[in-house]
């Protein structure tokens, strides 16, 4: 259903930075309606919010962004509650130029490990729990009440086994 999967991805705009990989992946696995849909869809949820709240939310929005990344750097924010490299990173005692390198690297083998398994083309179920998965990846500010994404990809995988069967290890 590309419509109402458009529709659901581009209403993922309130939570942009847990959603980066996605449209990869839709570009990767050639589904281009659904992709086309959840950009006009997120655009008219920013116009909407532009026509309510007006331009000056978009300027508190990334004064917002400043301020939670200084406080992620500086340690304001417990990164022991976080699930980031960048996060892992600074509780481990690197410095903030060396934790945003390992994410970085992190963030790339994820994204290209995503490509690999989009590339061999599985079910998709396995193709959307990677997706998910995988966009947990490039953002730093990873909670861990942003960890209940991770029931979306387990969904996916208990679907398949149902369907399929539960594979022999």
């Given at each position: 259903r590309p419509l109402l999967s458009g529709l659901m991805l581009g209403s993922l705009i309130i939570k942009p930075h847990l959603f980066l990989l996605l449209p990869l992946a839709l570009i990767a696995t050639r589904e281009h309606r659904p992709l086309v849909i959840a950009i006009i869809t997120a655009l008219l949820w920013c116009a909407l919010s532009t026509w309510v709240l007006g331009t000056a939310s978009w300027q508190a929005f990334h004064d917002g962004i400043l301020l939670a990344r200084q406080y992620l750097e500086s340690g304001e924010l417990q990164w022991s509650q976080m699930a980031s490299a960048f996060?892992?990173?600074?509780?481990?005692?690197?410095?903030?130029?060396?934790?945003?390198?390992?994410?970085?690297?992190?963030?790339?083998?994820?994204?290209?490990?995503?490509?690999?398994?989009?590339?061999?083309?599985?079910?998709?179920?396995?193709?959307?729990?990677?997706?998910?998965?995988?966009?947990?990846?490039?953002?730093?500010?990873?909670?861990?009440?942003?960890?209940?994404?991770?029931?979306?990809?387990?969904?996916?995988?208990?679907?398949?086994?149902?369907?399929?069967?539960?594979?022999?290890?």
């Open positions: 996060s892992f990173s600074r509780w481990l005692g690197l410095d903030v130029t060396t934790s945003y390198a390992l994410h970085a690297g992190h963030f790339l083998l994820g994204t290209l490990a995503l490509l690999a398994i989009l590339r061999r083309k599985p079910p998709r179920e396995l193709q959307w729990s990677s997706a998910l998965l995988a966009s947990l990846m490039p953002s730093p500010f990873v909670y861990q009440y942003d960890l209940v994404l991770l029931t979306l990809p387990m969904l996916c995988l208990i679907q398949r086994a149902l369907t399929t069967g539960w594979p022999r290890w």
